[in-house]
Nanobody, 127 residues
Framework: QVQLVESGGGLVQAGGSLRLSCAAS????????VGWFRQAPGKERVFVAA????????SYADSVKGRFTISRDNAKNTVYLQMNSLKPEDTAVYYC????????????????????WGQGTQVTVSS
């Protein structure tokens, strides 16, 4: 089993930055593909960013390209989401997700492809 715990959310003004962290425990993290999703009030959870377990490939939703960056530190069993130039429409609960035993080249962008989820961290961007 893997436990994922997100942190780093909070309230920020439009144009500001936040860095979310997702710490994994329970198993070695290095063989996992990882991703970030978000759910705004009254809306479905949607894909934000994902990275292959080797770290060589990543994918982003069009709405965050050029502003958000996903990264991972396998030595620390931690995944990050650096969020810059934040907009009010980025307000949501952000979730990290992981799936084990994925070939190194794959980047997973669909919710149903992930096995493990964190509890979420709230990000609120004020205008």
């Amino acid at each position: 089993q893997v436990q994922l715990v997100e942190s780093g959310g909070g309230l920020v003004q439009a144009g500001g930055s936040l860095r979310l962290s997702c710490a994994a425990s329970g198993r070695t993290f290095s063989n996992y593909a990882v991703g970030w999703f978000r759910q705004a009030p009254g809306k479905e959870r949607v894909f934000v960013a994902a990275m292959s377990w080797g770290g060589g490939r990543s994918s982003y939703a069009d709405s965050v390209k050029g502003r958000f960056t996903i990264s991972r530190d396998n030595a620390k069993n931690t995944v990050y989401l650096q969020m810059n130039s934040l907009k009010p429409e980025d307000t949501a609960v952000y979730y990290c997700a992981a799936r084990m035993n994925v070939e190194s080249r794959y980047v997973l962008v669909r919710e149903e492809e992930y096995d493990y989820w964190g509890q979420g961290t709230q990000v609120t961007v004020s205008s």
